[in-house]
């Protein structure tokens, strides 16, 4: 999109870059001790100040300040950010998202709780009390706000657009039965973002139009009890927006059951760990794709120096709105404590 990002801070150069390595930051962190930014751009009142407030702006090419945001949601500020310069720019490839969580449910605003209400859906929160209502009231699916959530936080309103609206609700129902009923982990959703949504609890989240074939549930079968460990660590490598091109390619990988299940299986069975979960741009790509080499590392944590690690490599092409594998799962082996 050609953006550059800074960060400015009010700390020094020292506290700047080990918060920026702490974190990984893509961006550098400037430090601002003399308040001279902060001051200039009305993010601090005073050059005694201890902290600046914590605000984006967004500069055009010109030096003008197009958009300054100061109500800064740290989880999805990102997402809101994409899609907000996408419109602003009238950039003619939409943001995707490939995007893995726990499907929720809200309803907002205050009015349309209370019309919900008057048909009878008295606790909207609840997930089993709005799939019966909505066993009632079918067309009512889109008057309700179907979120996609990572550890409870909300990252997108899940909305189904045109002549397949009516598609992606039933799906999205579908999703939260099997979700109430154990039968899935996770929910796999891709779609394009445009626009907020107000939720009840009064913060916004983007908009994210799903494509109907996209919608899916994935989980590791067997990874309960004593297997817990692989699912946990899946769960810490997942914990994304599902934006980059990079998180795209590692959420439909990770989740590909189809490709990855029998995987998944056989390190269950052998008492395997998952050791990490690698992507990297592809060196060999068809003409106008965008792929992504995606590497999984399993290890015995009783022998990891003496039993050879697995590394599994799969190929993928984000450049659709869906993604999509290319080519077969390669294998091999990697002497012990390398991999």
């Given at each position: 999109m050609g953006v550059v990002i800074f960060g400015v801070s009010t700390d020094?150069?020292?506290?700047?870059?080990?918060?920026?390595?702490?974190?990984?930051?893509p961006f550098p962190l400037l430090s601002d001790l003399e308040r001279r930014v902060c001051l200039a751009y009305g993010a601090c009142a005073h050059a005694a100040d201890a902290h600046a407030l914590r605000v984006t702006y967004v500069v055009d090419p010109g030096g003008r300040i197009g958009e300054v945001h100061t109500e800064i949601d740290t989880v999805n500020h990102a997402a809101i950010l994409l899609t907000s310069l996408a419109v602003r720019h009238g950039r003619s490839t939409p943001v995707l998202a490939y995007v893995l969580g726990r499907l929720g449910v809200d309803v907002a605003p205050e009015a349309r709780r209370d019309s919900l209400a008057a048909q009878g859906l008295t606790r909207p929160e609840d997930p089993g009390e709005v799939l019966?209502?909505?066993?009632?009231?079918?067309?009512?699916?889109?008057?309700?706000?179907?979120?996609?959530?990572?550890?409870?936080?909300?990252?997108?309103?899940?909305?189904?657009?045109?002549?397949?609206?009516?598609?992606?609700?039933?799906?999205?129902?579908?999703?939260?039965?099997?979700?109430?009923?154990?039968?899935?982990?996770?929910?796999?959703?891709a779609g394009r973002v445009a626009g907020w949504q107000r939720l009840s609890t009064g913060g916004r989240v983007p908009i994210l139009w799903a494509e109907p074939r996209s919608l899916r549930s994935w989980s590791v079968a067997g990874a309960a009890g004593p297997n817990e460990g692989l699912l946990a660590r899946l769960d810490s490598e997942l914990r994304n927006r599902g934006l980059t091109p990079r998180e795209r390619a590692v959420n439909f990988a990770a989740s590909a059951a189809e490709a990855l299940g029998p995987i998944y299986q056989r390190a269950l069975t052998a008492g395997l760990a998952l050791a990490g979960l690698e992507a990297r741009p592809a060196p060999v790509c068809r003409p106008g794709s965008d792929c992504w080499e995606v590497e999984l590392g399993f290890f015995d944590p009783t022998a990891r120096f003496a039993r050879a690690a697995e590394v599994y490599r799969l190929t993928v092409d984000v450049s659709d709105l869906v993604p999509v594998i290319l080519g077969k799962v390669r294998h091999w082996q990697v002497d012990a404590g390398v991999g």
């Open positions: 020094s150069r020292q506290a700047n870059a080990a918060f920026a390595e702490k974190y990984d930051f019966a209502f909505l066993g009632r009231h079918p067309t009512a699916a889109a008057a309700v706000t179907w979120t996609v959530t990572v550890e409870g936080i909300p990252l997108y309103a899940v909305r189904g657009a045109g002549a397949f609206a009516t598609e992606v609700h039933t799906g999205l129902q579908r999703l939260l039965r099997e979700q109430q009923g154990g039968e899935n982990g996770r929910v796999a959703v």
